[in-house]
Every structure is written in C-alpha cells, then in structure tokens.
C-alpha cells in the first residue's frame, strides 16, 4: 500500500546547530504533507505544511523543502534549541478521502 | 479551554473487559478522527467520522466501535480487549475539504491491557 517513511529513527545535534529531518513518501498523487512534532504524553502538534505545487516554505526556525521529483521532504530546523527535543512526523494529506497518512517518525535530541 | 479533550488519559484494564474513551472537540470542526500509535511511535489512522457518519474504517476488527452523537463527540468502545490493544489512542479533529493545518490533535489515551 501506499505509506510515507523516514530515513532516520534518531538524530542526535547540539544546541545551536540546525537540524535536517528527511521523509521520503510513495504516493505520487500526493499534493499536501504536513510536518508534526510530537512531545512526551502529548499529541502530534502541527508545525509547519507544504502544497505539491511548491518546493519550499519556510516559518518560524523551520523550512520544508519538498522534492517531488524524488518523492522526498525535510524539514531543517535553525539553530535548534532543547524545546525542539521530540518526535517529528511527516504526514501526508489525501484530502478527498479526508485522512492523513503518517511516516514512522525521527526522534530528535537535542544535546548541550 | 482544551481544543481536543481525550478521558481518560490512562486506562489499565484486563483483557477480555470492555472499556470506552471518549472525545470532545470545541473548534467546531465536522470531521473528527481515532488514531493509534503503537510501541514504535507509528501512527495509524482507524476511523473517521463527518457529521456523525462513518466516513473510514481501516480494516479495524470490529471488537472497535466509534459512537459519534453529535459533530462534537467521538467515542471509541472496545469490546474483549487483548493484549495487542494496548497502544496510545489519539482523537483528532478538522474540517473536512479543507485539509490545511486542519487536523488538531488531543493528548492520547495509554491503554494498557494485562
């Protein structure tokens, strides 16, 4: 079936770098993908989303690049700090179904 | 005020009982979703509903029942709970065509089953 993965289940940076965080999906039919942070005991919690029909977006500290061509996300976080200590997941939106499809999820540590 | 409110947060239980959790959303969303993240943090959707109807089943056994009385609510019953339940279930909510940013998710629910 179709599913959305990540490379990476741990990645482990020092405060003050930037942090890359990549997905890769199989759906090609895809035109919505969400990244989602998920802290300790709480919910999946949205930090930022990309359209198909753009390549990059950036929001506070945090910019997804999407390649289609390669069927491929990032998230990049800039200048990590230890409150982005959590679980990053890249979802995939299929709107007319009205569900979204999760990837396996890349922990990140944020080291001093 | 808690846009996504999942109750009860822990459920220990033996198998073999049956228990309910319930959600309650506050956004005025009409669709609203059950997930389960199982030992290795995947999630997986089980259910959606829009406007109190079932709009997705992803071939959960049928011991899982969601109840939605009205757009706000979506409960989730099962019945002879075994072990392999145990898992984090998470209630969502968004509004349905709209897709961006949409989906608010609640705390979860840990059950575990002994």
């Known amino acids: 079936g179709e599913s959305v993965g990540l490379h990476l289940p741990t990645l482990s940076v020092q405060e003050g770098d930037n942090s890359i965080i990549n997905c890769a999906y199989s759906?090609?039919?895809?035109?919505?993908f969400i990244w989602y942070k998920q802290e300790s005991g709480k919910g999946p919690q949205f930090i930022i989303d990309?359209?198909?029909?753009?390549d990059k977006r950036q929001g506070q500290r945090v910019t997804v690049l999407l390649n289609k061509t390669v069927k491929h996300l990032s998230l990049q976080i800039a200048a990590t700090q230890p409150g982005d200590s959590a679980v990053y997941f890249c979802?995939?939106?299929?709107?007319?179904?009205?569900?979204?499809?999760f990837g396996t999820g890349t922990r990140l540590q944020v080291t001093l | 005020d808690t846009a996504v409110s999942q109750t009860p947060k822990y459920l220990v239980t033996q198998m073999g009982n049956d228990k309910s959790i319930k959600c309650e959303q506050n956004?005025?969303?009409?669709?609203m979703y059950w997930y389960k993240q199982d030992s290795k943090k995947f999630l997986k959707i089980m259910f959606s509903?829009?406007?109190?109807?079932?709009?997705i089943n992803e071939t959960v056994p049928n011991r899982f029942s969601p109840k939605s009385p009205d757009k706000a609510h979506l409960n989730l019953h099962i019945n002879s709970l075994e072990l392999g339940d145990s898992a984090v279930y998470f209630c969502?909510?968004?509004?349905f065509g709209t897709g961006e940013a949409g989906y608010t998710f609640g705390s979860g629910t840990r059950l575990t089953v002994v």
């Open positions: 990309i359209r198909s029909n753009m």
């Open positions: 979802a995939e939106n299929d709107d007319a179904a009205s569900k979204l499809t």
């Open positions: 509903y829009n406007n109190k109807e079932l709009i």
């Open positions: 956004l005025g969303h009409d669709t």
């Open positions: 969502a909510s968004s509004q």
């Open positions: 759906n090609s039919a895809s035109d919505y």
